[in-house]
């Protein structure tokens, strides 16, 4: 190749493989069968999270081969790669669960790294397993190149005895064994039934929270998150996204653009809308961090008190994600909220704004999945966010499946989600109590660990509305009744939530955002050290010293603290 610029206009990859001194670089490049007129091309990552570890995964590696048609078709050369991906799922309720949160940096850490150590153009990332997407949006956000980010879908429904399952009701499954509602054979039913293919978890858990919230930011396309896995229109959509890719390098169209505090808000109100996952609070206030945008964790409360619920999905309403899809999807719900006021007609990856693509897609002229505004089935959205004693820096409650905004108990203290799962498996959790689970924040985890399996023991012993749940760590998105997470600071940092005892009387008011312990909090901090737990090793360690509150996403980069 020769100095003289085969292509218009000057390429970030230029630094990589243009001029006599990069002659090393295009050898190397040429030995993986790139030719004369694939180095003159723009150079398009293609990240994958491919992994045969999760369903969520599974099918990107198919995805891939339309990705890279598009860039092809649209002028690009594509460079697909691949990173790594934690299940939540699977990991849940064991040690191994403390990587899922950590795995959401290492992902993020090594798309910027491997894309911006070889000077690559722009870049698609193709997305399933819940800390994918949020990653994806970070590393987006710390590179600035033009970038598409496609969800490889939701799963099908599973199906057992005549109603539709989701690995909800695996979980909540478990609780209900535990306390003899189901025996061993519905049990094995419902566990070889729920899940039928390829697919990310199927109600409004986190990964379909995020895919909603990536496409509200304008990083994937209108639409094309919606399709789920194995529908066959979604092979249409990952060749279209690479054209789209293409088209954003020609224009300059970059995430700085896209991700601002407007669309930041537009995800949040999506979000509450539809009832979604408490962590998209988390990993939104981590790429506002990353993009460097003032987004704070109350404007979560005010967002949410002014957004009615208009989606009716599980975890604590009635339908799954395909059902949303076959329902109008996404642009459904964009539409009515922006007629309602509700969100800014911001920019897309297309160029065109949420508005212009949203009325160019149709939805059936009768379904019951998404609501009109005026017939929303809650007047509030999905979360509350609460200060106080107990939570100086806040806390994150989740609304969906009831319609408590206020409850008052006695304290039940544990150390750890394995000592309160037990306990909620004996019966030692009864109504009124409010179980409190720290030293499972982002430091004192180390890695914040979601607590569906206590949560979905609750619900399966009946509980639910009973009994409230307040942790320095994190729910999945599966999880409803009155729980709150991200209590800040955490127990490791000494937190309030470190003093607490049992029998102290907890008081939740989401109405005046108050979590209150009527305790004399100070009077103990005399003398106290919070919990000693074994030295973490490895990449455990790292995080652990590097880690920021939650109140502020549970970074690891100076900027977001």
């Not at 003159?40 to 890279?68: D, F, G, Q, Y």
């Not at 397993?129 to 879908?153: E, F, H, Q, S």
């Not at 709150?484 to 008081?507: K, Q, S, Y």
Request: aromatic share 4%; glycine share 12%; charged share 20%.
């Amino acid at each position: 190749m020769s100095d003289d610029k085969k292509n218009n206009g000057a390429q970030t990859s230029d630094i990589m493989k243009s001029g006599p001194a990069r002659a090393p670089a295009r050898s190397m490049l040429r030995a993986t069968g790139l030719g004369d007129d694939d180095l003159a091309r723009p150079m398009v990552a293609v990240v994958n999270t491919w992994s045969e570890v999760t369903p969520c995964n599974i099918h990107l590696r198919a995805l891939a081969t339309p990705v890279k048609e598009g860039i092809r078709e649209a002028g690009g050369t594509p460079i697909e790669f691949n990173t790594i991906v934690v299940t939540d799922g699977i990991t849940m309720g064991t040690p191994g669960m403390r990587a899922s949160l950590m795995s959401r940096e290492t992902i993020c850490d090594s798309i910027e790294l491997a894309v911006g150590g070889h000077s690559l153009d722009a870049l698609v990332i193709l997305v399933g397993c819940d800390k994918t997407l949020p990653a994806a949006a970070m590393a987006a956000a710390r590179l600035n190149l033009p970038c598409v980010i496609l969800y490889g879908g939701s799963i099908g429904k599973g199906r057992y005895k005549g109603r539709d399952l989701s690995i909800q009701d695996v979980f909540e499954a478990v609780g209900a064994h535990a306390a003899g509602t189901i025996d061993d054979e519905e049990l094995d039913g419902i566990e070889k039934a729920a899940l039928p293919g390829p697919g990310a978890c199927g109600g409004q858990f986190t990964a379909n929270s995020m895919a909603l919230a990536l496409t509200m930011l304008g990083l994937s396309p209108l639409g094309l998150n919606d399709i789920p896995a194995v529908h066959p229109g979604k092979i249409g959509a990952a060749r279209q996204a690479g054209r789209w890719v293409m088209d954003a390098l020609a224009a300059g169209r970059t995430p700085d653009q896209l991700i601002t505090r407007e669309s930041l808000r537009n995800a949040a109100a999506a979000t509450c809308a539809t009832a979604g996952s408490t962590n998209a609070v988390l990993h939104l206030l981590a790429v506002a961090a990353e993009m460097g945008v003032d987004f704070e964790l109350n404007e979560w409360d005010e967002i949410s008190a002014a957004t009615p619920v208009i989606a009716d999905l599980k975890p604590g309403g009635k339908y799954l994600a395909v059902d949303m899809f076959e329902a109008g999807g996404t642009p459904a719900v964009v539409r009515r909220l922006l007629a309602a006021g509700k969100i800014s007609d911001t920019l897309t990856v297309t160029g065109r704004t949420l508005g212009e693509e949203a009325a160019d897609l149709a939805e059936p002229e009768s379904q019951d999945v998404i609501y009109d505004i005026e017939h929303a089935l809650k007047p509030r959205g999905g979360f509350g966010v609460l200060f106080g004693n107990l939570a100086p820096e806040g806390c994150v409650v989740k609304l969906a499946g009831h319609g408590i905004l206020h409850f008052e108990g006695p304290a039940k203290v544990f150390d750890s989600e394995e000592a309160t799962f037990q306990a909620v498996q004996t019966g030692q959790v009864e109504a009124g109590d409010v179980v409190v689970i720290r030293y499972e924040g982002p430091k004192g985890g180390p890695g914040m660990r979601e607590m569906l399996a206590v949560t979905a023991a609750i619900a399966g012993r009946g509980l639910s509305d009973s009994v409230a749940l307040i942790t320095d760590g994190r729910f999945s998105g599966a999880t409803h009744g009155f729980m709150v997470g991200h209590v800040a600071p955490e127990a490791a940092m000494g937190g309030p939530i470190a003093l607490v005892r049992n029998g102290d009387r907890i008081t939740l008011d989401v109405e005046n955002q108050e979590i209150r312990v009527d305790a004399d909090l100070d009077a103990r901090r005399d003398g106290f050290e919070p919990l000693k737990k074994p030295a973490p090793a490895g990449v455990y360690a790292k995080y652990a010293r590097l880690v920021g509150s939650a109140s502020k996403g549970a970074v690891t980069v100076p900027h977001g603290e």
